[in-house]
Structures are given as C-alpha cells and as structure tokens.
C-alpha cells in the first residue's frame, strides 16, 4: 500500500440535504486527510468532461443536470483526500454507486436514493481508481487549490483575464 489521492464530491443533493459535515466526519474516520476543498458551481462542460465515459448511457444527460445542480442546488464541494490506500478506503465508505446496492451503513446506503425517474441521488462521488482519481483530481483542481503537491508541476506565462471585486 502506498499514499494515494482521490477525488471526492459532495454533490448537490448532499449540500442541500446538509449532509457536508455527516460526510466529512466519516470520511476522516478512515485516517485519510483533505489536501484540497472547494465549492463549485459546476459547468456543462466540466460535468461532460467528468462524465465522458458515461457519454453514450441513455441517462447522460439526466446525470449532467444532477451533478449541475438542475434538481436540487447549484454546487458541489469537491474535495481531494491523500492518505495511505485513499481510493479504496473512500469506496469502501461511500458504498455502490446504487444507494439500493450500498451497505445500509456506508454513506449512500444511508443517504442516497434513486427518484421515480431513476435517477440516483447517491450523494456522493468518488473517484474510482488511482488513475481516475489523477484525471479527476486535475480536472476540478489547479495545482495551488492544493495543501500538497501530489503532481508534478510547471509553470507557464500565459495571458489571462482576471475578476477583481467591484468598488462600490
């Protein structure tokens, strides 16, 4: 077993649940820390891009709403834990993807559901190996939105526009 990272997503039917410190509690349970945390209003493209394996699943775009928050909340807080064997602790947490198929203890057991559409409101993600958790990881986060880096980095100039608060 070696240190890992993992993506981990509260999704919007977790925030409006206020299930965030239920979730967090259990996850720092299992040894691992949060390196990285941020909430997101999430874009169609960065739920495509998240998704894009999902992308010929006749639910795709009911699953791109959710995570857009079109159901429930406009946000998701992201978060990316390290620790030893991280992947496989978070899974092992959160339970199956069908909240009928988790253990009635693990996070989506107890919190998820699936609607009268079928839609699975699992309340979590998680990334599902170290390979998925590197992609996803470095889709939702810049690599200073991290406590550590866990990456190798570079830097680049490059000409950008930035958002400042207005003076009133």
């Not at 996850?27 to 209003?41: F, H, N, R």
């Not at 891009?49 to 709403?65: M, N, S, T, V």
């Not at 009928?100 to 009268?116: F, L, N, V």
Request: proline share 3%; net charge neutral.
């Amino acid at each position: 077993m070696s240190a890992q990272q993992t993506l981990v997503l509260i999704k919007p039917d977790g925030i409006v649940k206020s299930l965030t410190g239920n979730i967090i509690t259990e996850l720092s349970d299992t040894g691992i820390i949060i390196v990285g945390a941020k909430i997101v209003q999430v874009t169609r493209e960065l739920a495509e891009e998240h998704y894009h394996h999902l992308r010929e699943e006749k639910f795709f775009d009911e699953l791109i709403k959710y995570i857009m928050g079109e159901f429930h909340v406009k946000r998701v807080l992201a978060l990316v834990y390290h620790g030893e064997n991280a992947v496989d602790k978070v899974r092992k947490v959160i339970g199956a993807t069908n909240p009928e198929q988790s253990e009635p203890t693990s996070i989506r057991g107890k919190y998820g559901r699936i609607t009268s559409k079928g839609v699975f409101e699992n309340v979590v993600h998680a990334s599902e190996n170290k390979k998925e958790a590197e992609r996803e990881i470095k889709l939702w986060f810049r690599p200073e939105e991290l406590a550590n880096t866990i990456y190798p980095t570079e830097s680049k100039e490059v000409a950008k526009t930035e958002f400042f608060w207005k003076e009133k």
